[in-house]
């Protein structure tokens, strides 16, 4: 199985910058992707940014050009770069990762941390 467990959350103010952090131990070497993703109360989770093995990254429309998320292989760590961020960004933030097909065997293949808040003030 894999653990994830997020940090960076908080207060920022708009037009400012956060990072958020998601560490990951446990199985890593069969984790395929990781990425963050975000809810609101009352909303259902959306994806914000996605690394997959090759190293490429997808982002949602709404936070292309001002969020950076990277991924470094030899500590197991997701971060995720937040400039710019807009009052509309506020939402807590879920790390994921899921395991890849060569890793057979686990009735569980998708994880999540356990949240962070990030509050942007206008």
């Known amino acids: 199985q894999v653990l994830l467990v997020e940090s960076g959350g908080g207060l920022v103010q708009a037009g400012g910058s956060l990072r958020l952090s998601c560490a990951a131990s446990?199985?890593?070497?069969?984790?395929?992707?990781m990425g963050w993703y975000r809810q609101v109360p009352g909303q259902e989770r959306e994806l914000v940014a996605r690394?997959?093995?090759?190293?490429?990254?997808q982002y949602a429309n709404s936070v292309k050009g001002r969020f950076t998320a990277s991924k470094d292989n030899s500590k197991n760590t997701l971060t995720l770069q937040m400039s710019n961020p807009k009052p509309e960004d506020t939402a807590v933030y879920y790390c994921?990762?899921?395991?890849?097909?060569?890793?057979?065997?686990?009735?569980?293949?998708?994880?999540w941390g356990q949240g962070t808040q990030v509050t942007v003030s206008s």
């Open positions: 994921h990762a899921d395991l890849g097909s060569w890793c057979s065997g686990y009735l569980i293949r998708d994880y």
């Open positions: 446990g199985d890593t070497n069969c984790i395929s992707t």
């Open positions: 690394t997959s093995q090759s190293g490429s990254v």
